[in-house]
T-cell receptor
Framework: EDQVTQSPEALRLQEGESSSLNCSYT??????LFWYRQDPGKGPEFLFT???AGEEKEKERLKATLTKKESFLHITAPKPEDSATYLC????????????FGAGTRLFVKA | NAGVTQTPKFRILKIGQSMTLQCAQD?????MYWYRQDPGMGLKLIYY???????DKGEVPNGYNVSRSTTEDFPLRLELAAPSQTSVYFC?????????????FGPGTRLLVL
């Protein structure tokens, strides 16, 4: 069964304190792994798509990496505006490209 | 482009009432999805469509119906609303962000069933 597990559920950081969010997954035929940011009361906003193990992508203070079993979202020197829920999702290569989402990690960055 | 739009933003229903959640996209995307998100949880797939006239069930389809008569529109119908359908509903479509494929999400419809 396709499954996505994110940890931790919540993470509290001081401004400038780097850390990582984890996304463990099982899927039949990975087509893509996605990271989204979601602010309260809004829809998810695209951050990264990773397609194969070993791939890495960066955007400002965020860096996403992918292995055959998990993905990490590294946050370097976070700022209060990085506070949000970060969602991980995997997409199988069959069945209409259905996407399975994890429950998310709520990140709080204190100034 | 307006992207993915959803109406209404918020609705209160009584148990047993019916309603249609509207979703439209102006990006000419073939793949469209409906999700629900319960508090503190990830998104659960309700129904999806790979093109006009083609729809299929996701993880949690019971109590819902969809249709896809055009590429642009993908309405979600709730029949006989129940308190368990209280949730936030998101519509999405697959497209490209630069060279990467992603889902574009609407702003959501918050539904309360009392």
């Amino acid at each position: 069964e396709d499954q996505v597990t994110q940890s931790p559920e919540a993470l509290r950081l001081q401004e400038g304190e780097s850390s990582s969010l984890n996304c463990s997954y099982t899927v039949s035929g990975l087509r893509g792994l996605f990271w989204y940011r979601q602010d309260p009361g809004k829809g998810p906003e695209f951050l990264f798509t990773l397609y194969s193990a070993g791939e890495e992508k960066e955007k400002e203070r965020l860096k996403a990496t992918l292995t055959k079993k998990e993905s990490f979202l590294h946050i370097t020197a976070p700022k209060p505006e990085d506070s949000a829920t970060y969602l991980c999702a995997v997409q199988a290569g069959t069945g209409g490209f259905k996407t399975i989402f994890g429950a998310g990690t709520r990140l709080f960055v204190k100034a | 482009n307006a992207g993915v739009t959803q109406t209404p933003k918020f609705r209160i229903l009584k148990i047993g009432q019916s309603m249609t959640l509207q979703c439209a996209q102006d990006m000419n995307h073939n793949y469209m999805y409906w999700y629900r998100q319960d508090p503190g949880m990830g998104l659960k797939l309700i129904y999806y469509s790979v093109g006009a006239g083609i729809t299929d069930k996701g993880e949690v389809p019971n109590g819902y119906n969809v249709s896809r008569s055009t590429t642009e529109d993908f309405p979600l119908r709730l029949e006989l609303a129940a308190p368990s359908q209280t949730s936030v509903y998101f519509c999405a479509s697959i497209g490209l962000a630069g060279a990467d494929e992603t889902q574009y999400f609407g702003p959501g419809t918050r539904l309360l069933v009392l």
